[in-house]
């Protein structure tokens, strides 16, 4: 067990710790170069053996970086000549003695996990317990999550836009605070386990960066306070309220925790202010999603895009989390059984599982606010993505038709996809569709005219003086056309196929 306690690890011991990992090339391009693409690879899918067998296979100067790899990425236990030399600039009892080591008998083995992340741009360190694949055992109760799926597809998901004010809701290791460090003057990240900031504070010292820790729930650690940008990977696991973990239960029935985030959250946006929320909800047999997470949305004034990913059923959902808890059969059957005859109480059918996204409506302006689901693999919501679906919805609030017809469009780089069935006269065209690749929900069916419409937007020529050629051409009325077409321009313009050309 990690003896890094609420106290967290000395600052000069951790300064120490970063100058022996770097020095001994513990980076992101240093452990990818020693291990080569393929057992990098292996390493990122949890396939352990290539690592070990190019490790043990290390030059001599690359010793230090080797013993790195297996001990604080795989956990292995390491004899202690080699981990003292990967350490020149602090002893092994310090190590042990602030929780960073722990012995094994004659070896020794790392009591947390850190490992090399880069955002891009920089390479740092994020500091977490070990996860279950590299320590055995069920996790501790105040276990602190390292970089999972979930935190990667928040910090993806988030606007990267200079701002002054940024709160990190329930920090963990603080990976979705080192992503905001670059484009955020002042950071705040609270946690109710203090653990979880012991910890973040080192993610935070070793690269350089300084955050102001909270402790608390919610938003009890900033009451009054607003910020121009809000992210947050809640512990949003739905369950009955037991609270094993404090990393995934928020200790509230249901989907509550994530009920109440989004219905304070506009209490702490500045004016303009975004917010990205990881959350999870539950959807009752005969109900659809959209009513539930609508239902939080109501009174909160602001301007929302709720994509849910993934709809799990009952027992994909609980044994996505027992499997993550690292608990033997028996256990995880006991489990297992009393959550699903909890949901089955509950009339509970599925987990949605998605991304809310909020911004703050302008001064007089109705908050919008669309839910829709977007599964594909090549659809994930990205920062870039979130900001352009608010400006677009701007855009569309702001024109009317009279100004769409006066304004030259252009046509994003898209592909056009027919559909057809062979025939006995060859194949027959049964429906086509416009889609921008990479962008979520971003296909629009299309007919003749409207293909003949993208086709022809090029920024050139005023939508409304395209829409007369074309009805000259098909011998229909303008007008007519026009009526018929501003739904489908509007449409194709919400999901980022048509723009306003500069
Ligand atoms: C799923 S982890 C996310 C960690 C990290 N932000 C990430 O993106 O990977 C949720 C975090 O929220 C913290 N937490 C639990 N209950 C909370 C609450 N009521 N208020 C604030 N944070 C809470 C947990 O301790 C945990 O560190």
């Known amino acids: 067990m990690s003896g890094v306690d609420a106290g967290g690890v000395d600052p ?12 001994a090339g513990f980076t992101t391009d240093g452990v990818a170069e020693l291990l080569g693409a393929d057992t990098n690879a292996a390493l990122g899918r949890g396939v352990w053996w290539p690592v070990l067998r ?17 001990l604080l990425l795989l956990g292995t236990e390491e004899a202690r000549d080699l981990v003292e030399a990967a350490f020149p600039s602090t002893s092994l009892e310090t190590l042990a003695a602030n929780g960073v080591l722990e012995f094994t008998g004659d070896k020794v083995r790392a009591a947390l996990d850190i490992r090399p992340h880069s955002d891009g741009a920089r390479d740092f360190y994020v500091v977490s317990d070990q996860d279950a694949a590299v320590r055995r055992g069920p996790l501790r109760h105040d276990h602190v999550l390292g970089i999972g799926g979930a935190s990667v597809s928040l910090a993806r998901a988030v606007t990267r836009n ?23 003057d002042e950071i705040v990240a609270t946690d109710t386990n203090e653990r979880a900031l012991a910890l973040a504070a080192m993610t935070a010292r070793l690269g350089g960066m300084s955050w102001d820790l909270r402790q608390g729930s919610l938003f009890e650690p900033v009451a009054g306070e607003r910020f ?107 489990r297992g059984g009393e959550w699903l005859d909890w949901f089955t ?35 994930a919501v990205t920062g870039a993505e979130v900001d352009a679906f608010f400006a677009r919805r701007a855009f569309l609030r702001d024109t009317s038709d009279d100004m769409l017809l006066a304004a030259r469009l252009s046509t994003a780089p898209v592909f056009l996809e ?11 065209e049964v429906g086509a569709a416009v889609r921008r690749p990479g962008g979520p929900a971003a296909v629009i069916g299309v007919d003749e005219v409207m293909r003949a419409l993208l086709a022809g937007c090029r920024g050139e020529v005023p939508l409304g003086a395209l829409i007369q050629l074309l009805a000259a051409h098909h011998g229909v009325d303008a007008d007519a056309l026009a009526q018929a077409a501003l739904p489908e321009v509007r449409e194709a313009i919400g999901r980022g196929i048509l723009y306003q050309a500069e």
């Open 228 to 334: 121009d940008l809000i992210v947050s990977n809640p512990p949003f696991v739905v369950g009955s309220g037991a609270r094993d973990y404090i990393y995934r239960d928020s200790g509230v029935a249901g989907d509550a925790l994530c009920q109440s985030l989004i219905e304070q959250i506009g209490a702490h946006l500045s004016p303009g202010g975004t917010a990205h929320i990881m959350a999870n909800w539950i959807v009752r047999e005969g109900h659809d999603w959209r009513e539930r997470v609508s239902g939080w949305l109501a009174g909160t004034g602001l301007h929302a895009w709720v994509v849910q990913r993934e709809l799990a059923d009952p027992v994909s959902y609980v044994s996505l989390w027992l499997a993550d808890a690292g608990e033997d059969l028996d256990r995880q059957a006991q």
């Open 162 to 184: 200079p701002v002054r004010r940024a709160l990190d809701l329930g920090t963990g290791c603080g990976i979705q605070a080192l992503h905001l460090d670059a484009h955020c």
């Open 54 to 70: 190019v490790t043990h296979a290390a030059p001599t100067d690359r010793q230090r970086l080797a013993v790195l790899v297996r």
């Open 12 to 23: 000069d011991l951790v300064d120490a710790i970063g100058a022996d990992l770097r020095s």
């Open 345 to 379: 109480e509950q009339g509970i059918a599925g987990v949605g599982m998605g991304m809310i996204s909020l911004r703050v409506p302008r001064d007089g302006e109705l908050p919008e606010q669309i839910l829709e689901e977007i599964t594909g693999a090549d659809e």
């Open 418 to 428: 027919a559909q057809a069935l062979p025939g006995p006269d060859g194949w027959q």
